[in-house]
């Protein structure tokens, strides 16, 4: 039985709305008029440091940011724009999707990527004191093995066993060969990742509390966690990168609004913006005063259909939901008419992305749309649903409503803060269709964690075995064009599944002022901090 919510606004903002779109010629989809396009790639993955000067000792970067964070440990899924200013990451993402050494000195394979070996940094330590060695990486590693809900679980799993070979050494056996096992080394924590390495001395102390007591061998320290007003990490002194962090500390604050976010920006409040909204980032583009580091990536914007429950376990009412929704007038209500169109998992400019996969998604078409509604209707099926977004997406939500509307079908809209829709709504599969973000660099894991059968973020349940066997072979094979093919073969099965609805590339970016330097990102919007500075006045 369909869950009920209650409505977002009155019947005549949605009758409006309905007008509206009726008024919107049906057929084939057409690029939305925008006018001029402001929104476009640029530094996706931080500034050029030979251009910025010799970086520049001292000051306390201060960062607002778009949800509180919920915790600092990796095992739990979560957004945690601090966790790499804690605990750094063994192994680091470059923009080539090539995985390279950093906390730790090395990875390597012997074989064909069944067998892997990790090297550690001679005389590296947390900021307890405790060596991080080869001992530290195995029980963080086996936390991940042991909690099924750990986003890395997935990836862990596939370790046969690992052995502490010396101080400094760990050999992972794999149950097969994996050849983008350095990968998951090197993730964001929001993505899943084997690579931020805690204490274990604080795992003993604090157990499964670790999460709000984190210790790390990264560039700061937690020092003051006030929730829901500032967070306060401070240099470690024992930092293994001699001469970093340049910063005294970071300071960063929960900001949900987006209006309060960009002018706390504007105002002079704050250093930096952690983005994650169009309208935000599409103000700042127009804002010579500030400086902006964005890519649109992978993924993207999107709606999940929950496809374990009525009415979207029906490949029908997926169809219907995706064809009455029209990209030009999602553009004009949603993306201030700088929408970045997708239609697919992959952005067109990769390797991994098919146009068969494109061609494949349903176009806008509203009757196309009425008669799969009345097809479902007829075979005794109750098209009403509830929505569910955020209270940023309020105009997502009166547009998924209204669009629906238009075909015959009523929907119940419900607004939740962001917090709590990560948590209550998402993660708990409580929903029939949600608004959703997964961006990511690299397909894997990034791909699998959106339609991966238990993938991390795949909160619509999408199960097919097809794409789960042909994701498992893109990350095993050393070969980039089966790699490839692999990858195409998973977009366009996607596609003709329908679990998603693809709203738009991600906005996700880094916002700050002139003179914060040495920013290096993932478009995930994750910072490493030990290189960043701030220009003195």
């Known amino acids: 039985m369909p869950v009920r919510a209650r409505t977002s606004r009155t019947i005549a903002v949605v009758a409006a709305l309905c007008a509206a779109l009726v008024a919107t010629a049906c057929g084939s989809a057409s690029p939305p008029a925008e006018g001029p396009q402001r929104v476009h790639l640029v530094d996706p993955y931080g500034g050029d440091p030979a251009k910025e000067g010799d970086p520049q000792r001292g000051g306390t970067l201060v960062i607002g940011n778009d949800r509180e964070i919920i915790s600092f440990d990796p095992t739990r899924q979560n957004a945690n724009l601090a966790a790499l200013g804690v605990y750094d990451s063994l192994l680091k993402l470059m923009p080539d999707g090539s995985a390279q050494p950093y906390l730790a000195k090395s990875m390597s394979t012997s074989d064909d990527g069944t067998t892997w070996t990790l090297g550690l940094r001679e005389g590296v330590r947390f900021s307890d004191g405790t060596p991080l060695d080869a001992n530290a990486v195995v029980v963080n590693t086996q936390r991940h093995i042991d909690k099924a809900a750990s986003p890395a679980h997935v990836y862990a799993m596939q370790i046969a066993s690992m052995t502490a070979v010396d101080p400094l050494t760990v050999r992972f056996t794999l149950k097969a060969p994996l050849g983008d096992f350095p990968t998951v080394f090197a993730q964001p924590l929001s993505s899943g990742t084997l690579g931020m390495i805690i204490s274990p001395a604080a795992l003993t102390r604090y157990g499964d509390d670790i999460g709000n007591h984190p210790v790390g061998a990264g560039p700061f320290v937690l020092t003051s966690w006030v929730r829901d007003n500032k967070m306060e990490l401070v240099r470690n002194p024992d930092y293994w990168q001699q001469g970093k962090p340049y910063l005294d500390g970071v300071e960063i604050r929960p900001l949900p609004d987006t209006d309060s976010r960009y002018t706390t920006m504007t105002n002079g409040d704050v250093d930096m913006i952690n983005g994650g909204f169009n309208q935000e980032l599409v103000r700042a583009f127009t804002n010579p005063d500030l400086r902006v580091y964005y890519g649109p990536g992978s993924g993207g914007v999107l709606n999940y259909f929950n496809v374990t429950k009525a009415p979207f376990d029906d490949p029908r009412m997926r169809a219907a939901a995706v064809a009455a929704m029209d990209p030009q007038a999602l553009g004009a209500s949603f993306f201030s008419n700088q929408l970045v169109a997708a239609d697919s998992l992959f952005d067109g400019s990769t390797r991994w992305h098919t146009p068969a996969a494109s ?134 099965a996607v596609n003709k599944d329908l679990p998603i609805q693809w709203l738009s590339r991600s906005y996700l970016s880094t916002i700050t002022k002139p003179s914060v330097k040495g920013v290096d990102r993932y478009v995930t919007r994750d910072l490493y901090f030990a290189g960043m500075w701030k220009e003195q006045s």
């Open 359 to 492: 061609d494949a998604y349903p176009r806008y078409d509203q009757a196309r749309a009425k008669d799969l509604v009345a097809q479902y209707v007829a075979s005794g099926g109750d098209p009403t649903f509830s929505y569910f977004t955020d209270r940023s997406s309020v105009p997502l939500g009166e547009f998924v409503q209204a669009s629906m509307a238009a075909v015959g079908v009523t929907v119940h809209v419900q607004y939740f803060d962001l917090a709590q829709f990560a948590g209550n709504v998402l993660q708990a599969g409580d929903f029939q269709m949600a608004s959703g973000l997964s961006a990511f660099d690299h397909p894997f894991p990034g791909a699998g964690r959106i339609v991966q059968t238990g993938g991390s973020v795949n909160y619509g349940k999408y199960s097919n075995p097809q794409v789960d066997t042909l994701l498992a072979d893109a990350a095993a094979t050393t070969d980039p064009d089966r790699r490839a093919s692999d990858y195409q073969q998973v977009e366009l």
